[in-house]
């Protein structure tokens, strides 16, 4: 049977949030609790790149729910910038070859 997750491509990630807000209003989420959360990372002191990281908690569990109902996960589904893909472990682990800064994430 095939596992499933994220690839979080995020080069490309703008630090928008909407895959917050669509995470917790898809789950009706308290104000303080979160099912993906964008971090700000900066690559170096001296070279001044910030880049933002949706980071999957231990509360998401790939929108079951609406995945069953033949559905994408929330957090994909609102993304603008096309940077959170879902799918089997095989085929994102296929898609982010050459493709540096990718971070694919599997639920417990």
């Keep these: 049977m095939p596992r499933f997750g994220l690839l979080v491509n995020y080069e490309f990630c703008v ?37 933002y990281l949706p980071v999957p908690t231990d509360r998401c569990n790939l929108c079951g729910k609406r995945r069953a109902r033949g559905l994408k996960p929330s957090c994909e589904k609102h993304c603008w910038t096309g940077v959170i893909k879902f799918g089997t472990l095989e085929d994102l682990a296929r898609s982010m070859k050459g493709r540096q800064k990718s971070v694919l994430w599997v639920p417990h």
Excluded: F, N, T
């Excluded at 989420?29 to 880049?51: H, T």
């Design 15 to 51: 630090g928008c949030r909407s895959c917050e807000i669509a995470c917790k209003m898809e789950h009706a989420r308290a104000q303080d609790e979160w099912g993906i959360r964008v971090q700000r990372l900066q690559q170096g002191p001296s070279e001044g790149r910030i880049y």
